[in-house]
């Protein structure tokens, strides 16, 4: 997605961003649990970077990054094209190794993140472009998001043991669960490819929220979906932090989404962090302002954000 923005035409998009982000909170004003385990700052983070380091011949796409994920925060990665906010996500996530630095998975330390065992370490993702198995069904797309879960190994769940059947049983129920969560029940017998693309990307949630993952990581949720879709989507996001409790990593470009949604932000330009803080700090940060509106760099006309 790409939303150029000039001098003047950037100075309208915040204030039009800080109404919208003005009214999400409104909305928000009774925000549960979660938030009092923040307030507390108790809770060791459930995800930590150190230095990351990843370039790709040549070009930094990540340079020296440090951030943190605490128990329960919505924790928004936005930050013009190219940033480097998709090769965060795919380091966290194992699919990428940085070349540089350490990520910290709640206590465990990877210099490279196991990519195959990434949910048995409470770990879920989405993707910038759908990964969904389109030629199946919703529910069996959705129960594709518990196989971690399973304990029964292939031989067994050939033979169809008691524990296999009890743990398909148990993933079914699982995803019976969330497509209700997300309101999905009236599709969920229909092929995930015919479905209209707001409604592929609510099912590529529920796949990632399934197994109850202690951190989910969601690159662009909210792309490329109409605005009453945008509304509802971030709405989903929300009560899945609050009901489910998990902690959220989410990539979005729309920034009166990400103000009203967010905990904290951590803004990206060119690989380099250069702005992290609630949404008040951030909106306020100067280097952000520049890079939000187009301010060029050398060789340089103009940004997509
Ligand atoms: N697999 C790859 N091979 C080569 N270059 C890559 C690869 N992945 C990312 N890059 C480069 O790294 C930089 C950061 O890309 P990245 O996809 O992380 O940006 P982004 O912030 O997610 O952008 P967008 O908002 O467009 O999704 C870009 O210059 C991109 O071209
Ligand atoms: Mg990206």
């Given at each position: ?53 990843l ?31 998709s090769s965060l996500l795919n380091i966290v996530s194992g699919l990428y ?18 990519t ?9 993702r ?93 690159d ?86």
């Amino acid at each position: 997605m790409s939303l150029v923005a000039t001098t003047g035409a950037g100075a309208i998009i915040l204030a039009r961003t800080q109404e919208r982000a003005a009214a999400v909170r409104e909305a928000d004003a009774a925000r549960p649990a979660a938030e009092a385990t923040l307030v507390a700052g108790v809770a060791e983070p459930v995800l930590r970077l150190e230095s990351v380091c990843l370039s790709f011949g040549g070009i930094a796409a990540l340079d020296g990054i440090d951030l943190t994920v605490r128990q329960g925060e919505i924790r928004a990665i936005i930050g013009p094209n190219g940033a480097g906010k998709s090769s965060l996500l795919n380091i966290v996530s194992g699919l990428y190794r940085p070349d540089r630095g350490v990520v910290w998975l709640a206590r465990e330390r990877f210099t490279h993140v196991p990519t195959t065992r990434l949910a048995a370490h409470g770990v879920a993702r989405t993707f910038q472009n759908l990964a969904l198995f389109k030629g199946l069904p919703v529910l069996d797309n959705v129960i594709m998001g518990f196989v971690h879960r399973r304990s029964a190994g292939f031989v067994r769940q050939m033979l169809s043991t008691r524990e296999a059947r009890r743990e398909e049983a148990e993933a079914r129920a699982a995803a019976e669960e969330v497509i209700s969560f997300l309101h999905l029940g009236s599709v969920k017998h229909r092929l995930a490819g015919g479905l209209p693309y707001g409604i592929q990307k609510r099912v590529e949630l529920a796949r990632a929220l399934v197994a109850r993952p202690p951190l989910l990581l969601l690159d662009e949720p909210l792309a490329g979906v109409t605005l009453g879709e945008k509304q509802e989507l971030a709405a989903h996001v929300r009560n899945a932090r609050d009901a489910y409790g998990a902690s959220i990593v989410l990539i979005e470009h729309d920034i009166g989404v990400v103000m009203g949604l967010s905990d904290r932000i951590a803004v990206l330009d060119y690989g380099r962090k250069i702005a992290d803080g609630t949404p008040e700090e951030v909106r306020s940060d100067q280097a952000v302002i520049d890079a939000y509106l187009g301010v060029t760099h050398e060789g340089e006309t103009e940004r997509g954000i």
